[in-house]
T-cell receptor
Framework: DGGITQSPKYLFRKEGQNVTLSCEQN?????MYWYRQDPGQGLRLIYY???????QKGDIAEGYSVSREKKESFPLTVTSAQKNPTAFYLC??????????????FGPGTRLTVL | EDKVVQSPLSLVVHEGDTVTLNCSYE??????LLWYKQEKKAPTFLFML????IEKKSGRLSSILDKKELSSILNITATQTGDSAIYLC??????????FGKGTLLTVNP
């Protein structure tokens, strides 16, 4: 089955620790995205990558880092510099090319709680 | 700064009612507008709109884009309890980046 997987589903972290969220897709999509969702805030873009070995900051990149060494994988690290990391994190991917580029497919999400 | 505003933020209706959800956008180099439904976890894709005035339809759901007014509406007719969800609107702009609205929480009571 083709799709996007995120792990873990739930993650608890102590303040001051870095943590990495996994995102893998087998849809052969070039572009991948990380969003953060807080109650009443909709989805906000953290980082995105249109191609392997390249990525750009989104609207709220501070305190986060990413890598894109493989087409299938786009891990997100939440660093201790992120002041309010408790949130629901969604990964998405899409094809490139006019028209197809726009539809993003989402993973099931990771709920991160900082204790 | 790109911006998408959805209204209302929440809505409670009874089964069988018809609802209209609104989305307005201000996005540089606008390419398209997307609607998603989010029930518990991952948003699922509903519609992509690129041309003004052309209605897209899927069962009881339909949507239309008005590029002159920089807005879109999502209609749901004969609502069912299974339609209860958050409906997200997103505008695609420069670099194919999506800007999402805050969503409309729709609750359909039996």
């Amino acid at each position: 089955d083709g799709g996007i997987t995120q792990s873990p589903k739930y993650l608890f972290r102590k303040e001051g620790q870095n943590v990495t969220l996994s995102c893998e897709q087998n849809l052969n999509h070039d572009a991948m995205y990380w969003y953060r969702q807080d109650p009443g805030q909709g989805l906000r873009l953290i980082y995105y990558s249109q191609i392997v070995n390249d990525f750009q900051k989104g609207d709220i990149a501070e305190g986060y880092s990413v890598s894109r060494e493989k087409k299938e994988s786009f891990p997100l690290t939440v660093t201790s510099a992120q002041k309010n990391p408790t949130a629901f994190y969604l990964c998405a991917s899409s094809s490139r090319g006019e028209g197809r580029y726009n539809e993003q497919f989402f993973g099931p999400g990771t709920r991160l709680t900082v204790l | 700064e790109d911006k998408v505003v959805q209204s209302p933020l929440s809505l409670v209706v009874h089964e069988g009612d018809t609802v209209t959800l609104n989305c307005s956008y201000e996005v540089t180099n606008f390419r398209s507008l997307l609607w998603y439904k989010q029930e518990k976890k991952a948003p699922t894709f509903l519609f992509m709109l690129t041309s003004s005035g052309i209605e897209k339809k899927s069962g009881r759901l339909s949507s239309i884009l008005d590029k002159k007014e920089l807005s879109s509406i999502l209609n749901i007719t004969a609502t069912q309890t299974g339609d209860s969800a958050i409906y997200l609107c997103a505008a695609v702009g420069s670099n194919y980046k999506l800007t999402f609205g805050k969503g409309t929480l729709l609750t359909v009571n039996p």
